[in-house]
């Protein structure tokens, strides 16, 4: 057993993913309005907030024990700014079955970080089980769920600049929710999968098809296995040709950080065989 270290404040104070694509839209001084949905202990919230330190953020999430940890993280990393909603959301106000996932990997069995608490879905698990083998679905909890357009209205939101969606499956339900304040959305960074890790979520060609549909421009596309995520822009807010300009930008940077990841992985076999 590898007896490994992984901290949660290693990972928090790490760059967010997208940051590079972020500041290509928004100046870090900006108010904007971001909303963290699927928040799970409320990293990326707290990376966002880095970046943007002016910004209001709206965190979601409906698992007990993770909300536990994303009001001590916040606390942690003193956001000034934000509310927690302890809640799904979804395309509908109503009560609904939550399937909380728990686990983790044996060769991290001392690590400050919780594996298994990041899957939990409105969905019943599909191929998630199969593909991700130390991740298990033995409780299952009642949760309220609310609409985007409700949070609009309740917010008295005009535009959401920057929303992160990571609810396991149900990221298209999120958007249809939304309603015609879909169009209130500037920028979308979700999760998409290829295949059912969860019972009849929409996959991947069919979210695709919806932000195309809804005026969304894709930007960034990180799914490169089964499941990943993908970055889009509402044009009509930035402007058809600045989107374009940013898109070639951004390919052309990912792909010569990629060429120097694997210049970097075949230096170290090199020097592996060598030594």
């Not at 535009?159 to 249809?176: T, W, Y």
Request: proline residues 3%; hydrophobic residues 40%; neutral net charge.
């Amino acid at each position: 057993m590898k007896n490994v270290f992984f901290d949660r404040e290693t990972f928090i104070l790490q760059p967010h993913t997208i940051q590079f694509e972020l500041k290509l839209f928004f100046d870090p001084n900006d108010e904007i309005i971001i909303c963290d949905v699927g928040s799970c202990e409320g990293e990326d919230s707290v990376k966002y907030f880095r970046i943007f330190p002016n910004s209001k953020i709206f965190a979601f999430e409906p698992v007990p024990q993770n909300i536990t940890y994303i009001k001590s993280n916040f606390k942690k990393y003193n956001l000034q700014n934000f509310k927690i909603y302890e809640t799904v959301l979804a395309d509908c106000d109503s009560e609904i079955i939550l399937n909380v996932s728990s686990g983790n990997q044996s060769e991290y069995k001392f690590c400050d970080w919780d594996f298994g608490n990041k899957s939990s879905s409105i969905y019943s698990p599909k191929l998630h089980t199969k593909l991700v083998n130390f991740i298990s679905f033995e409780n299952q909890i009642k949760v309220k769920s609310t609409t985007l357009k409700y949070i609009f209205k309740e917010e008295s939101i005009i535009n959401i600049d920057i929303m992160q969606l990571d609810v396991q499956g149900a990221e298209l339900l999120v958007l249809k929710g939304a309603e015609d304040k879909i169009n209130n959305i500037k920028v979308i960074w979700l999760e998409v999968s290829k295949v059912e890790f969860y019972e009849g979520q929409p996959l991947e060609k069919e979210v695709s098809k919806f932000m195309k549909k809804n005026g969304f421009m894709l930007i960034k596309n990180s799914l490169y296995g089964l499941q990943g995520d993908k970055l889009y822009v509402k044009t009509n807010f930035f402007g058809f040709i600045k989107c374009i300009l940013i898109k070639i930008i951004i390919l052309y940077r990912d792909f010569y950080l990629r060429i120097i990841e694997r210049l970097i992985r075949l230096f170290n076999i090199i020097l592996g065989i060598i030594n």
